[in-house]
């Protein structure tokens, strides 16, 4: 029960080999650092990209390659639908990536998808692994160990590491996401916060059906199914496990441990 299997859908989820169906919930924490340490990571030509100074005009990314923006009209329409645009000469620069003046990238374990947007005043320190037309906001913080999938927000003043989001997550505005996971279509109210430390020492565990099981993590935050929401400024509890489709109300918090398809946290 809980099992990859019972809470995601990752047949279109482009870092599918960290989800065995069988593995237990966490088990994609446990490997996230050595996934990406051992990633391989475009090496992008612009100097100015990954040495932790804010960049003073946008860059573009095609292809790899590194564009002068000066050539360039962008067209910012919404990133998730596809609809940011690149275009030279009048002919659209199909899968085109922008980020913005004022965003700053630390380290070369980099990666962006197509159609990607990184707004100023980002901070995104290596390793980052974000998928197609995806949306990094202004004032986000990625601390490391971040892995998003297609058409994710990693909003405004919203603050992540090592964590994971699959497809359509969205964390828009003032989160925080510590050793977490957040399954296909899961929305974060504004305001969200997923705890990941237990006051007390040791690990993390998990009661389920009358067992005690052992995370052996000491750090794990929350991990939301597919279709999960929560409302704004709520709370989860370190390893809160939330089942699909269910619902932690606005200024509630949820308490540690599994919580049944489709539930209504108050």
């Keep these: 029960m809980l099992t990859i299997k019972s809470f995601f859908d990752t047949a279109d989820f482009p870092d599918q080999r960290l989800f065995a169906p069988e ?11 050595n996934y990406m340490d051992t990633y391989t990571y475009p090496k992008y030509d612009n100097v100015y990209i990954r040495n932790g ?40 620069l199909e899968g085109a990536s922008v980020i913005m003046a004022g965003a700053v990238l630390l380290g070369k374990q980099i990666a962006l998808g197509r159609g990607v947007l990184i707004e100023s005043g980002a ?24 892995l998003a999938g297609k058409r994710c927000v990693l909003g405004h003043a919203t603050e992540i590491k090592h964590s994971i989001m699959l497809n359509d997550a ?26 990941n430390l237990k006051f007390l020492p ?20 929350a991990i939301l199914a597919d279709g999960c929401q929560t409302g704004c400024n709520s709370v989860t509890s370190p390893a809160t496990l939330m089942a699909k489709g269910a619902v932690l109300m606005p ?10 398809e489709k539930a209504l946290l108050r």
């Design 23 to 33: 593995a237990h919930l966490w088990q994609p924490l446990h490997d996230l650092k």
């Design 251 to 260: 200024n509630a918090t949820a308490r540690s441990g599994y919580h049944e």
């Design 170 to 195: 969205k964390a828009g505005h003032f989160a925080y996401l510590g050793d977490s996971i957040l399954g296909n279509d899961v929305n974060l109210g504004a305001g969200t916060k997923l705890a």
């Design 123 to 146: 901070m995104i320190k290596s390793p980052a692994i974000i998928g197609d037309m995806s949306e990094v906001r202004q004032g986000a913080y990625l601390r490391g160990y971040c």
């Design 53 to 92: 100074i804010p960049l003073t005009e946008h860059i573009v990314i095609h292809k790899g390659q590194t564009l002068d923006f000066n050539d360039l009209e962008i067209t910012y329409g919404a990133t998730t639908k596809g609809e940011l645009q690149v275009k030279r000469a009048g002919m659209v």
């Design 202 to 221: 040791g690990t993390i565990t998990v009661f389920f059906q009358g067992e005690r099981i052992d995370t052996n993590r000491r750090k794990l935050g």
